[in-house]
Each structure stands twice: as structure tokens, then as C-alpha cells.
């Protein structure tokens, strides 16, 4: 019992210890709202377990903690524990407020979101379809933004709202809206929210698409129209007095079909980039950026390789976020990275994108690597370069010779100068001994040709195995022949009993070499009770069967009489004769 | 005799002219012609003084003649190492492994460089095998001849104790060369294998920088090539998993 409450110990603390990282994140059910409409942020705490719900302020925004929930979930065997935290946010004015990252206490650790913008917009503010509450169904489309730079992520809403009595589901399910016009890409839809409203005194059920939306290039950027399919079920007038049939049907008094929800258009223009004051080692990341660096060990000696992790965390494009480039590159040699991205919202505009370096100090130092990387700032309209924090390590040791490869830098074929994670390649050159091409494909050239010779052998030995049947056919047949011929010569000679053998015998060697069975002969016997042989010559054939047996098998010399030579000639003549 | 058929063609004056135009054409072609040795020096020289430029340029010419050698995408390859051109260094020596899979210096230099930069991973059997697609090839061709060579002779001499020998050997090398030449295909010849040139690639679920992020791949990384598509090409990895990066950040080990 006790070894089972140890082993069971050891299972959970196993699974306890194998658990994936904590992430935490947190969202916003919309990025606009109207001044009094709620909005709910929802913090969302992956395997870990918080010490409660976090505090959470904004300047402008009253804040509301509305409850806790959880969700155990089975992924891929392993049990992942998620908490949400729900908030209501509501603003009574207009304006656009910023929720600063939030931090979450997690055991001993703790955690921080990123940084939520929200704007209160008036009612009709940025809406590109006005409200209709007169209609059971209507699409709009919010653009929070008038101008946006080629290649900055937009983030947009899409809300298709069905008056509360409306049934409805997206068709076919797993559709995501179309966005109808050109010069722009979005980035991936997460899951629809769906949530009831109030407007104009009519609860209604909306459900909200969020994306972001990014110009190519610059000019006005025009969405003409979004749109999103849906099969609904409408209350439908019902006939008076009812039909009996109608009562049964649970459907009476609805009407199914399939609908088009629209949105309004919109305009964004789309501005370029400054040409002035672009770095050189600008990818193509537009938005808010910082960098954080982390070396483990931070101690070591030159030439041992250490981890080296720097993380971009911000809001902006993330995709066009390349890997932050070394300003100390005397000191450390670089090799990787490996990429990993975490959003930490639904549309991924808000992620960290973690590039993992093994490093080599190449001297002794006690700075870590510093890493720069270039971005865009929209809301300050200039580009910005930011270093990450210089880590302090202890690296002791000699410096490495040389980092760099040189052609003179020649030794044996493979043997290279091992500096540890150097570039250093066997650059010695070799000289061609010929300029024959070498094939690439994976037939050999010539390979069809080469097939000639063991065709020709194969060849060569059917025609041997062929030879040999028709040379044993031949010789069966010549050996019949000249037995044929002997036979003959014996029965013009012989007039005793033998000459009974012998016609018998003659028959079947003709019966034989006529119908090709030269390597088995059909005694007579068989051949007398073939059907195609006529009255006649089946009477003579059974007479010298009969005559032959009498001859040798009667063991009496006085009851048979042996016929004539003639005869057996004319025996032998009517059986060639009618075969 | 003049008016014979050869001596009456040279005695027309247009017949004479046309011929000794020919020639000469011929032998302008000839002399502008380059020498493919004379290139070759050329490259090694421009290599030796740094001008790696020139070098790349040079060894470029002699690959776009189809000459191609183990010795070649070598040097190539040691070229683009100098220029800083890891991806396209990758590339050429896995070109001469191709080539020749047992080709010491160009082994040793891929590790190296490989190593360099972080992609070194053990790599899997069928890519190992790949390098031997044709002696699979011929194996399974030459113990399929003995086979039926094999059996031929048997069924000529029954009592042929050499023929049952062959058959011994030849069936059961025939049975394995062909399964491994059915799992490994052309192998590293294969003119869909391509490998990554440049560093990091994000491969995507769809034709275009919006689409979602499946992996990141690093230099070196060998792919499969499905299709291309202009700017985008669908590609699976190792793994499986397949999706789109951008055309010009991969290049297939047959040059093009």
C-alpha cells in the first residue's frame, strides 16, 4: 500500500513536472464600443495556477471583476488547465483607452499581458453600416482606423447582428467572412464571440469577427462590401385555423433559409513609408516594439558554447519580424536561431516572437551579446532602432585565432582548424581532372544501353532452350520413323506370330507420328476405341488385336491361326489409308 | 577531268567563295569557344587572389555549360563561403555529395558549416540512403539480370550448380536492393529535392506573407518541392507537413 501511494505520488509529481510553459494573455471582446456599452476582457492563464484574480485599472475605464471560470482540456495526453478571468469594462465618454499590461502572480513567478487599447467611439463613429433595428438580421463593419502605412496591421471588426428570436449559424459551418475588394491581405480569423446586445430597446445576438487588415501599397484602400453566409430560421406568420400537419411540425411557425449578411464599405488610406532615416537592417516590422535578452549559463569559458535567448514583444506585424542583428560581433559568434512565436491575443497583433542563438564567446568578456533591431513606429511616424539589455556574464579564456575563413587556411581534404563553432571550411581548391559532365539525373547516362548486353544473353539462351525442343521433337520423331522402317523389313520376312507384334505395333507408331504424341504411344487397344475410326477398320484393328492376343496369351498353339503376311499388310494399309 | 563531278564544284567561283566563308565561321567559333580547362584556371586564379566575384562568376559559366563535378560545386561551394553565402555553400556541397557521397573535404566542410550555423541535426536514414539512389538502382537492375539469367540457365542445364549459386545470391539481393530502391525513389536526385538558401524561412499555410505560420526553418533545411507557383512554392518538409514559402528562398539540388 505504501509503495502504490509512492508510486502514485511520483505519477502526479511527474505529471505535475512535465507540464508545458505558463502562458497568459489577455482579450477584449471588442476593440470598440459606444460610450455605456460593456465591453468583457477576459484573461486567459494557461497551466498555472493563479494566486487570484490580477488588478486591473485603466485611466477612463470603470473596471469590474465579473467572475473566474476553468477548463481542463485533454491535448494530446496531456492535461492542459486554463483560467479565465472576466472583466467588465465600461467608458461613459469617447475616447481611446489604453489598459496597461496586466500582471498575474502564478506560484512563485509572475506574469504580464500586453498592453489592450480600447476606443469608445460615438454610436455611428467609424461604423460602416448604421444600425437597423428594424431588420432581423445586419452586418457591420468597424475600422478604428482612417490612415494606416503599407505593410502596418489594421485591426478590424466584422458584426453580424440577429434579432433574438432569429436561430442562426454560419453556412457552411467553418465559413469566415469575405472581404470584397483589393490591395490589402488579412491576417487568419480566430473563432467568432457571440454575445447579446441591446439596441434601440431590441435585444439582438451578435456575433463578431476580428482580424487585421494590411495595404499592400499605398493610395486609398477600398473595401467595397464584407460579407458572411448564414442558414437562419425566421419567425414566419402562421395561417389560422392551423392545419393538423402543421401542428406536428416542430418547424411550424419558423422559416429556414439561406442569407446573405452584408456590410457596409470602407475607405483606409494607405500611406508609404518614409524613405529617410530607414535603417539598414529593417525587415518590414511595423508597430511597437521592445527586445529582452537572456544568456544561461552566464558563465563560461572561450569557445564554450552558451544559450542565448532574445525576445521581440510588442504589438505590430509579427510575420515581418526578422531576427535582431549582433553589435558586438567581435565578441561572440552566433549560430541559429530558432523561432518561436506566442500571441498573446486572437489576431496575433499581439505576440512574442523568441529567437533562441547557441553562442560562442569568441574572448573573454563580461558582456553578453547586444542585439538591435529596427522597426517602424506608426504613432510616432519614424523609425525607431532599440538594443536589447546587455546581460552581465563572466567569460574567461584566450581568444579564439581566427573567426573568420581563409583561402590560404588549405590542409588535407576534410582536415579542418577547429575553433569551436567557427565557419573554417577545407577551402582547398582541387583541380578537375576532366571536364566529362557528370550526369545529375538519377538514370545513368548510357543506363538504356547497358540493358543491350543481358537482353542479348537472355536472348541467346531462349533461343538454346528452343533449339533443344524442337531438336528432342525431331529426334523422337526420327527414332519412330527408323523403328517404322525396321518394322516393315521384319514383317516382310516374318511369317510366324511375331508378324502379329509387329502390324500392332506398326499401327500405333503411325497413329503416333500422325497426331504428334511422340513421347507417349497409345497402345492399340486405345486406339480401336477412338470414335472417328469407321465399322470396317475398327472389325479388322479388333481382329488383330484378338489374333495377337490369342497368339501370345491363349497358352494353346492349335486355337488360333496366324493370317497371312498379306493380310496384316492389308490391315495396316486400310488403317493408313482412312487416317 | 576538270568537268568531272568534285573538280567542276571547286572550279565555280560562288562554290570556291561559300566554302572559304564557311571556314572561317567555323573557325571564329572555334577560337570564341571557351576552353572549359582555360575557365577552370581562370576561377581557381580568381578564387587564390579573393576576387570571389569573378570566381563565382567563372565557376557559374562552367555550370551553365553543364560541367558538372564534384570538384566543381567544391570549389563553388568554398566560394559562396567567402562571400558569405551559407545557404548557396550548403547547397553546393550537398551537390558534390550528390555526386560523389564519399567525397571527404566536402563532408567535412558541410559539417562544418552546418554546424556554423545551428542547423545540425542527425539526419534521417532515407536522406543518408539518398545519396546511393543509383548504386540501388544498378543493384536492383544487375541482381534482376542474374535472376533471369539464372533461371534460364537452369531451366537449360537442371544439374547447373553454378546457376542455383547465382540465384542464391541474386534473388535475395534483387528483393532487397528493390524494396530500398522503391522507399528511397531517386533519392538526393531527385529533381524535386530542394534545400533552404535562406535564413529564417516561415512556411505558411497559403501563397502570401499573411498567411499563417506553420514552421521556421533555418539554412540547409532539405525540402521537398511539390510545386511552383511564380513568387510562392509548396513544399513539404521532412516531418510531413507541407506549405508555401517564397520561391526565392529555396533552390533545388539539380542547378537549374
Redesign the interface.
Known amino acids: 500500500m505504501k509503495s502504490f501511494f509512492l508510486l502514485f505520488l511520483f505519477a502526479v509529481s511527474a505529471q505535475a513536472t512535465s507540464l508545458p510553459v505558463t502562458r497568459v494573455r489577455a482579450n477584449l471582446s471588442q476593440l470598440t464600443t459606444g460610450p455605456g456599452e460593456p465591453v468583457e476582457l477576459k484573461i486567459e492563464v494557461v497551466n498555472g495556477h493563479p494566486a487570484g484574480p490580477p488588478n486591473v485599472s485603466a485611466d477612463g475605464l470603470k473596471i469590474e471583476y465579473s467572475g473566474q471560470s476553468t477548463r481542463l482540456q485533454n491535448d494530446g495526453g496531456q492535461i492542459r488547465i486554463t483560467t479565465f478571468f472576466s472583466y467588465t469594462i465600461i467608458s461613459d465618454h469617447e475616447g481611446s483607452f489604453v489598459i496597461p499590461p496586466i500582471r498575474v502572480a502564478v506560484g512563485p513567478n509572475s506574469y504580464q499581458t500586453g498592453a489592450l487599447t480600447l476606443k469608445v467611439l460615438h454610436r455611428d463613429a467609424g461604423k460602416t453600416n448604421p444600425t437597423s433595428s428594424d431588420k432581423p438580421y445586419f452586418g457591420e463593419l468597424i475600422i478604428p482606423r482612417e490612415s494606416a502605412f503599407v505593410g502596418e496591421a489594421v485591426p478590424i471588426e466584422l458584426r453580424f447582428y440577429f434579432d433574438a428570436r432569429v436561430w442562426y449559424e454560419p453556412y457552411p459551418q467553418g465559413q469566415y467572412p469575405i472581404i470584397d475588394g483589393d490591395g490589402f491581405v488579412t491576417t487568419r480569423y480566430p473563432e467568432p464571440v457571440d454575445k447579446m446586445v441591446e439596441i434601440d430597446g431590441k435585444a439582438y445576438h451578435v456575433l463578431i469577427y476580428r482580424s487585421a487588415l494590411v495595404g499592400a501599397h499605398a493610395g486609398d484602400l477600398t473595401i467595397r462590401s464584407a460579407y458572411q453566409e448564414f442558414l437562419v430560421q425566421l419567425p414566419a406568420s402562421r395561417n389560422w385555423p392551423p392545419n393538423p400537419d402543421e401542428l406536428l411540425d416542430p418547424l411550424n411557425g419558423f422559416e429556414r433559409k439561406d442569407i446573405k449578411v452584408e456590410t457596409g464599405g470602407a475607405t483606409v488610406k494607405i500611406r508609404p513609408l518614409p524613405d529617410s532615416g530607414r535603417p539598414v537592417d529593417f525587415s518590414g516590422a511595423i508597430g511597437t516594439f521592445s527586445l529582452e535578452s537572456s544568456v544561461q549559463p552566464s558563465a563560461g569559458k572561450v569557445g564554450e558554447p552558451l544559450e542565448f535567448v532574445v525576445s521581440v514583444k510588442g504589438l505590430g506585424n509579427f510575420d515581418r519580424v526578422q531576427a535582431p542583428s549582433l553589435n558586438n560581433t567581435g565578441d561572440w559568434l552566433l549560430h541559429g536561431p530558432s523561432v518561436q512565436t506566442d500571441d498573446l491575443d486572437d489576431v496575433g497583433l499581439n505576440a512574442v516572437k523568441e529567437f533562441r542563438y547557441t553562442i560562442v564567446p569568441a574572448r573573454s568578456t563580461d558582456r553578453g551579446p547586444e542585439m538591435k533591431f529596427s522597426f517602424f513606429d506608426p504613432t510616432q511616424e519614424k523609425y525607431v532602432t532599440v538594443t536589447s539589455p546587455v546581460a552581465a556574464v563572466r567569460i574567461t579564456g584566450a581568444a579564439l585565432s581566427s573567426t573568420s575563413p581563409s583561402p590560404e587556411t588549405s590542409g588535407t581534404p576534410g582536415g579542418q582548424s577547429s575553433s569551436a563553432g567557427n565557419d573554417t571550411t577545407d577551402s582547398k581548391l582541387y583541380n578537375l581532372s576532366t571536364f566529362a559532365p557528370a550526369n545529375f539525373g538519377f538514370v545513368p547516362r548510357g543506363f538504356w544501353w547497358w540493358q543491350i548486353g543481358p537482353a542479348l544473353v537472355l536472348l541467346a539462351l531462349f533461343a538454346q532452350l528452343w533449339r533443344r525442343y524442337r531438336v528432342g521433337q525431331n529426334s523422337d520423331r526420327r527414332r519412330l520413323e527408323i523403328e517404322r522402317r525396321r518394322l516393315w523389313r521384319q514383317l516382310n520376312r516374318s511369317e510366324s506370330k511375331e508378324s502379329l507384334r509387329i502390324a500392332t505395333r506398326l499401327v500405333e507408331i503411325d497413329f503416333a507420328l500422325r497426331h504428334s504424341t511422340l513421347s507417349s504411344i497409345l497402345p492399340l487397344e486405345e486406339i480401336v476405341q477412338l470414335p472417328d475410326l469407321t465399322s470396317e477398320l475398327r472389325t479388322k484393328l479388333d481382329d488383330l488385336l484378338r489374333k495377337r492376343d490369342e497368339a501370345f496369351y491363349s497358352g494353346s498353339a492349335s486355337d488360333y491361326t496366324t493370317p497371312s503376311r498379306e493380310e496384316l499388310k492389308a490391315t495396316i494399309r486400310a488403317w493408313e489409308a482412312a487416317a | 577531268l576538270f568537268k568531272s563531278f568534285p573538280f567542276s564544284l571547286l572550279a565555280s567561283r560562288s562554290s570556291l567563295l561559300s566554302i572559304a566563308f564557311t571556314t572561317l565561321i567555323w573557325s571564329v567559333c572555334a577560337v570564341s569557344a571557351a576552353d572549359?580547362?582555360e575557365t577552370?584556371n581562370q576561377a581557381?586564379q580568381a578564387?587564390?587572389q579573393?576576387n570571389y566575384t569573378r570566381a563565382d562568376a567563372l565557376y557559374a559559366q562552367l555550370l551553365s555549360e553543364?560541367?558538372?563535378?564534384?570538384?566543381?560545386f567544391?570549389?563553388l561551394a568554398?566560394t559562396y563561403?567567402?562571400r558569405g553565402d551559407?545557404g548557396q555553400?550548403i547547397l553546393n556541397y550537398q551537390?558534390a555529395l550528390?555526386?560523389d557521397p564519399q567525397f571527404?573535404?566536402a563532408?567535412?566542410?558541410l559539417h562544418?558549416?552546418v554546424?556554423?550555423?545551428?542547423e545540425l541535426e542527425p539526419e534521417s536514414i532515407r536522406f543518408a540512403l539518398g545519396y546511393y539512389?543509383?548504386f540501388f538502382?544498378?543493384g536492383t537492375?544487375v541482381s534482376g539480370?542474374l535472376a533471369?539469367?539464372g533461371l534460364?540457365?537452369l531451366?537449360?542445364r537442371s544439374e547447373s550448380n553454378l546457376a542455383r549459386l547465382v540465384l542464391f545470391v541474386a534473388i535475395p539481393l534483387f528483393l532487397v536492393t528493390g524494396a530500398l530502391l522503391a522507399w528511397i525513389?531517386?533519392?538526393n536526385?531527385?529533381n524535386k529535392l530542394a534545400f533552404t538558401i535562406r535564413a529564417?524561412i516561415?512556411i505558411r499555410f497559403g501563397p502570401?506573407?499573411?498567411?499563417?505560420?506553420i514552421r521556421?526553418l533555418?539554412l540547409g533545411v532539405p525540402l521537398r518541392l511539390l510545386s511552383v507557383r511564380g513568387e510562392w512554392s509548396l513544399c513539404e518538409i521532412e516531418d510531413g507537413a507541407s506549405g508555401w514559402v517564397p520561391t526565392e528562398t529555396v533552390d533545388t539540388i539539380?542547378?537549374r
Open positions: 572549359p580547362a577552370w581557381n578564387y587564390q579573393r553543364g560541367m558538372y563535378s564534384r570538384e566543381l567544391f570549389n568554398n563561403v567567402q551559407k555553400a551537390r550528390v555526386l571527404a573535404p563532408k567535412a566542410n562544418s558549416l554546424q556554423s550555423v545551428g539512389s543509383q538502382l544498378w537492375v539480370w533471369i539469367l534460364a540457365w531451366a537449360l525513389g531517386p533519392g536526385r531527385s529564417p516561415d502570401g506573407r499573411s498567411a499563417r505560420v521556421t533555418g539539380v542547378p
